[in-house]
């Protein structure tokens, strides 16, 4: 972002995304209902595919349009190195500290060495937080990119960039997206520069053809969805292209939006599984995929399966918050054309040797350390707080003000000697949401809500005893504020009453008991419990979110709720002829905003380097590997109806 002379202003640039603000709450549940309506009956993808038409000659076409095997075109030697990187367009700290180090000329890294820079760059999805909108591109993606790598000094683009949409940038059904990168549709390929960067997209899926033929295919799945027919036929054209080499068997990488061998949730939505799908059109024509990348997770882990020797990455690190790794399973299984893999996680490598420790970054132990900070909850989410705290002291009110005994509930709580709190409290909460009709509305919509809100990980059985244990930690919390803060607004009467009635004797105002209690109940007991109890309320939430994701439950909630913006990761590929190497690498510690500096003035111009430059080194590691594929050693599994492969 710029000030009104052109300068970028360091303290208006976007921060982190807060995911439990009220407003984005509300906004997020709105919008997720339109994109999935927009999503299933506007698909942008039938619309990309027949801008460009089917015929025989076309996809000749447009199977051939990305077309890099010539190694004078992006290759070190016999070498093409690629970047992949993922889930960013956050915060701008974290965002620009990886995209920084992508555009590097070479970073060095220890053990390793120096690690030329990629000409090419694949984004797998999420190149914005949280909606698509233009300006959001702008803000979160482009001003980043194109700061870290300016144009070449006579305008020209420097790197290529492909990139793939993640659940977050269909929001708004591709709109957006296919604005930023889609251009070359309609002519404007050689214009389509996001600073030093060239986006020569079409649709918002590709295949990439480098030399020997190895190939990097990116599906689009559509908000896990399915892969519509246009996509399918593009592929098994490709597919086709790869099959005709005359001497070299096909290499693959494959992209994908999200890492499905992590997940439990159904998604034959449509009666296919996407990377079964996608899979067998690859194996069919007889490539062997070396690697599997995603992102959606944003974290950094690997499993292998054994039995193909493919390689299934999840590197979700671009700039998003830090989602955990310790409820990762050791053992997952996915589908693989028509049969299932078993992956395993256990298969680190450091020093070039297998440890036989899990392969995820941060480790599990050091994952759960920082789930603990959850439970500062109400400070970083404050205003989520205050919202449970207006809701805790409109159910109180009802709650009190319900008739009991001739008398009120808060009168006989507070008031009748003859009532005694245990267990007392047990029979006449439920009495007075069941005589209250609006407040056992009230008591039912948050049910409804905490159930809602209850990870379903476990069964049908599991989320409803969290739903429900959730709620009774609420309602007893409001029990129990009720009883403090009441007391505490009585003190605060009895003191500054005297203070009170000279200023409303003042006024003229008559000073009576009511009006002394008007003081209490509507003003004192409202403040303090909306807005102090409104932090009491919060350490509920954080404290139920700690304890799930200590389990494996809720943990993308729970750090969504920090927003911790370390632990970066992308990956750097050197892909040969018959040997495909990947480099894992992970940023710790991401500079903060204090930390950013403007470059000086070298005389060379803006165009000589990065605008903007961190006060200390970045100061990025190995975290996984070198990963080494070896062609020879890759696999497809017999073909045939079959179970699991173990």
Known sequence: MADGSGEIDLRALPKMVRWYSPAHLVSTGWRSVVSEIFGQYADQRIMQATIDGFAPEIMKMVVGRYNYSDLRQLGDGDKVWVDYIADLGDGFDSTYAMASLVSQPQIDIEGVGALPGAKMLIMGGDQVYPFPTRQAYRERFAMPYATALPPAPDGGWRRLLFVLPGNHDW?????????????????????????????????????????????????????????????????????????????????LILCTAEPSWNYDKDEKLQGEDNLSTITKIATDAGARVAAVVAGDLHHYSRYESKETGTQFFTAGGGGAYFSPTHYLDDTRKVAWGDRKLELNLKCQIKDGKPTGKPSCWPSRSESRWLSLRTLAF?????????????????????????????????????????????????????????????????????????????????????????????????????????????????????????????????????TTADVRELLRAIVIFPLIMIFIGGLVAGFVWGAYLTISCLMGLHCDQAFASMAIPDYKNFLRMKVEPNKLTIYSIGLRRTPRRWSWRKTKDTGLGAVAGPAIVPARPLRPSLIDGPVEIRVGALKRPPQGSGSAVV
Not at 199 to 222: E, K, T
Not at 421 to 445: D, E, Q, S, Y
Not at 465 to 487: P, Q
Not at 504 to 509: K, P, Q, V
Request: glycine share 8%.
């Open 378 to 510: 109400p400070f970083s989410n404050y205003g989520y707080a205050v919202a449970l705290g207006i809701i805790y002291w409109v159910m109180i009110w009802m709650f009190s003000t319900t008739p009991y005994n001739g008398k009120t509930v808060g009168e006989t709580i507070l008031h009748d000697p003859s009532f005694h709190w245990w267990p007392g409290i047990f029979m006449l909460a439920p009495l007075a949401a069941a005589t209250n009709v609006i407040l056992g509305i009230w008591c039912l919509a948050l049910w409804v809500v905490l159930y809602g809100y209850a990870d379903s990980a476990w069964g049908k059985k599991a989320k409803l005893l969290l739903g429900t244990l959730h709620w009774l930690a609420h309602i007893a919390t409001m029990i129990a504020l009720y009883y403090a803060v009441s007391y505490v607004s009585f003190y605060l009467v009895e003191t500054a009453w005297p203070q009170a009635r000279e200023v409303l004797e003042n006024l003229d105002l008559r």
């Open 171 to 251: 929001y708004d059904g591709l709109s957006s997206f296919d604005h930023m990168f889609c251009k070359a549709r309609f002519g404007h390929a050689s214009e389509n520069k996001i600073g030093g960067w060239l986006c020569p997209q079409h649709r918002s899926y590709f295949a990439i053809r480098l030399p020997h033929n190895w190939w990097i295919w990116g599906a689009d799945i559509q908000l896990a969805q399915y892969l519509d027919a246009g996509q399918i036929l593009y592929f098994e054209g490709i597919a086709q292209e790869m099959k005709a080499h005359p001497t070299e068997a096909p290499k």
